[in-house]
């Protein structure tokens, strides 16, 4: 059984993206290289046998079925030559969005960089640094299918093997297994859909609270967490997103979307808007006018 170990968070999007992959066997006697500032993802997944590696001032023995996702801007070394016949599975990607690893509150990735630029809610990508596969098989198919995908002609291989890494992200993404989830984070997603689904009609502590059975004091805790707000808060901000958005694709009045989108008061509506983006709605939709 392996212990909890830190967590890999990346804001999306942008997804990472997928580099270039291998499968590896080593005899007795062979050592996996020493490396430093790679700039790249590492993700290394063992099938068989017993790799020994290290970054930095960590170090790992990983058997079948484990991961290892080593990071971009570290050093990392054999800790000592391979015993026995050893067979892994490797990954190199990028990201370009923003990432950091937990010991920090991943909560302050730049949300709202990241929404100004894509013009949706980000997500929090949330990898085990050090893992057992709960599916290991399922891991195994799909690098076959990238490694496989490597010897078609690149416009094939291109598509087959984006596909297949973003399978294999989501499938070791914590967020989408919940026997690895935790209580608040769970909270803070239904908070979330609770608030998606109902953001038109008035929301108040009190109807978050009876509706989640949680007193809103933890409701908050919880998502301040997860996402770095209130639940309040939350609700103005995806309510503003939603305007933005209906500023963007339709030519309703300004008062029709501000009461469309769950805000009874427009100069209201308005002065929220402007504190938040910068503009006015009317400037915000002019710029995208002729």
Not at 69 to 90: C, G, M, N, Q
Not at 214 to 223: D, K, L, V
Not at 255 to 273: D, K, L, M, R, T
Request: hydrophobic share 35%.
């Amino acid at each position: 059984m392996i212990e909890a170990s830190e967590q890999v968070y990346f804001a999306a999007p942008p997804l990472p993206y997928f580099l270039e992959c291998g499968m590896t066997h080593y005899e007795p006697g062979d050592q996996h290289p020493n490396r430093k500032q790679l700039g790249i993802f590492d993700l290394i997944i063992v099938e068989s046998g017993c790799l020994s590696i290290g970054e930095d001032d960590q170090s790992w023995h990983l058997t079948a079925n484990q991961t290892l996702l080593l990071l971009p801007d570290r050093y990392h070394y054999s800790v000592k030559p391979i015993e026995e016949a050893t067979r892994f599975y490797w990954v190199h990607f990028h990201a370009v969005g923003e990432w950091q690893q937990s010991g920090l509150d991943h909560s302050s990735l730049n949300q709202e960089a990241h929404y100004n630029r894509f013009l949706t809610s980000p997500y929090s990508l949330q990898l085990q640094k050090h893992w057992l596969l709960p599916y290991p098989e399922q891991a195994y198919h799909l690098m076959r299918t990238l490694n496989k995908a490597g010897e078609e002609r690149e416009s094939s291989a291109f598509w087959t093997q984006q596909q297949a890494f973003e399978e294999l992200l989501r499938m070791m993404d914590l967020r989408q297994n919940d026997n690895y989830t935790s209580p608040a984070v769970t909270l803070a997603e239904k908070a979330e859909a609770y608030i998606k689904k109902n953001y038109r009609t008035e929301i108040t502590s009190k109807t978050i609270s009876e509706t989640l059975n949680f007193h809103y004091n933890y409701i908050t805790r919880c998502m301040k967490q997860v996402y770095g707000m209130t639940p309040i808060d939350y609700l103005s901000k995806y309510r503003l997103e939603q305007a933005k958005l209906l500023l963007l694709k339709t030519e309703w009045p300004i008062a029709e979307i501000a009461q469309y989108v769950g805000f009874e008061n427009v100069p209201y509506f308005s002065n929220c808007f402007t504190n938040k983006i910068g503009l006015s709605p009317t400037s915000f939709r002019k710029q995208f006018t002729k």
